[in-house]
């Protein structure tokens, strides 16, 4: 891809606009941009490099508005970054040698098998019972491989893992677009090393998902978790049947 025209270009800000919103709010944006660039001709590869520019910039717009609006706590944060960030730097360089058919499959059942739960939720002041140490570094190691290798959908498992911590649907919300910026701004080095990113459509996509999360934020504060519930339901079934092959 030497150049983009104009059809090109707004393919990339609308599908980067709408990525962005629904990775804000819930997760499994990526789903949607990764094959968009596939479709303007990048491969497959390129493709996963380049879409994490876009995730990068998001994640940074969102982190900032959450964090002005009060959502986001340092002290929070700061157990979860070492294993996310461990894995995420596994991940990304293991992705070649990676078995992704089989992994994603039982990805798939695991998000139905979490649809339970967040169905069953009601309130966003019942959080969690959170996690022992030792469970909570393998669990957020686990994300952070997860995302550092295939990015797309993560925040959604992301979410689950954050309230069952103890963080109610909203602020687990803002701590995952935290997260993912993390974990993300650790795999780009990796990418671009390998010389899997193209920059000029990843800066034209990134734009889009920069928007994107300043009108998710905007979203997401002014209608809690009755906006961000149905949006999670639906990237979990979105996201595994995508995983499972329900195409």
Known sequence: MNGLGPGEIAALLGGGLVAGVVNTLAGGG???SVPLLVLLGLPGTVANGTNRIGVLLQSLVATWRFRGKGLLELRTLLPVLLPVLAG???GASAIARVDDASFERLF???MLVLLVPTLRRTRASAPGPGFGRLASALVFFAL???GGSVQAGVGIPLVFALVHAGHDLVRANALKVAVNASLTAAAIPVFAT????AWLPALVLGAGFATGAE???RLALKGGERVIRPLLVAGVLLLAGRMLGLH
């Open 144 to 146: 952070g491989l997860y």
């Open 30 to 32: 990526s789903l949607l």
């Open 108 to 110: 798939g059942v695991l």
């Open 88 to 90: 995420s730097l596994a």
């Open 194 to 197: 390998a010389g899997q990113i």
């Open 215 to 217: 009108i998710g934020v």
